[in-house]
């Protein structure tokens, strides 16, 4: 049991690197995959863009705190 934890736990901690990377690289991507796919013909605003890289960048801090070791 205690081996699966911790392939849980790595997975979570591979994927949460992965949503990091993929909103800081690309927002506009990200922003569609949170809110985008509902509204046909929408666009993000620059302000929702920049809070998407901000928290990517967040995300991949957390995600590369606990891959080190936090």
């Known amino acids: 049991m205690f081996k699966t ?3 849980f736990f790595a997975i979570w901690k591979i994927l949460a690197l992965g ?3 993929l909103f800081a690289a690309y927002p506009k991507a990200g922003w ?3 809110t985008g796919w509902k ?3 929408a ?3 620059k302000l929702v863009l920049i809070v ?3 928290m990517g960048v967040i995300f991949i801090a957390i995600a590369l705190a606990f891959i080190i070791g936090f």
């Open 39 to 41: 509204f046909k013909g």
């Open 52 to 54: 998407n890289r901000v």
């Open 32 to 34: 569609y995959l949170e």
């Open 19 to 21: 949503v990091g990377i």
């Open 5 to 7: 934890v911790n392939t």
């Open 43 to 45: 666009e993000p605003s």
